[in-house]
């Protein structure tokens, strides 16, 4: 059985930092691309960050481009997502998400539908 869970969510001031982490178990971590999505209160989900299964390539939405590091340790079974100079349009709840099939290695998965498997999120809240 599949399972992902996220830690790292809190509170914080605008501009500071947070780092999120995901535990990933039940299939080979390696195998698989992995994103950071969010939603906030009244709004859809969106796709925030992801990264190919090799951890080479990487793709961020235009509104965290920057500011927002994702990367993977394949030998911790672990997606990390580094946010920094936060804003108060960050918050929302952070989920991860392993891709739901075998891909190339350097392909990065927008899409979340593509995603099979999700973790239960981690709420992020920035105050101004």
């Known amino acids: 059985q599949v399972q992902l869970v996220e830690s790292g969510g809190g509170s914080v001031q605008a501009g500071g930092s947070l780092r999120l982490s995901c535990a990933a178990s039940?299939?080979?971590?390696?195998?698989?691309?992995m994103g950071w999505f969010r939603q906030a209160p009244g709004k859809e989900r969106e796709v925030v960050a992801t990264i190919s299964r090799s951890g080479r390539t990487t793709y961020y939405a235009d509104s965290v481009k920057g500011r927002f590091t994702i990367s993977r340790d394949n030998a911790k079974n672990t997606v990390y997502l580094q946010m920094n100079l936060l804003k108060p349009d960050d918050t929302a709840v952070y989920y991860c998400?392993?891709?739901?099939?075998?891909?190339?290695?350097?392909?990065?998965?927008?899409?979340?539908?593509?995603?099979?498997?999700w973790g239960q999120g981690t709420q992020v809240t920035v105050s101004s």
């Open positions: 039940g299939r080979t971590f390696s195998s698989y691309a």
């Open positions: 998400a392993s891709d739901s099939i075998v891909r190339f290695p350097e392909t990065v998965v927008r899409a979340s539908s593509a995603y099979g498997y």
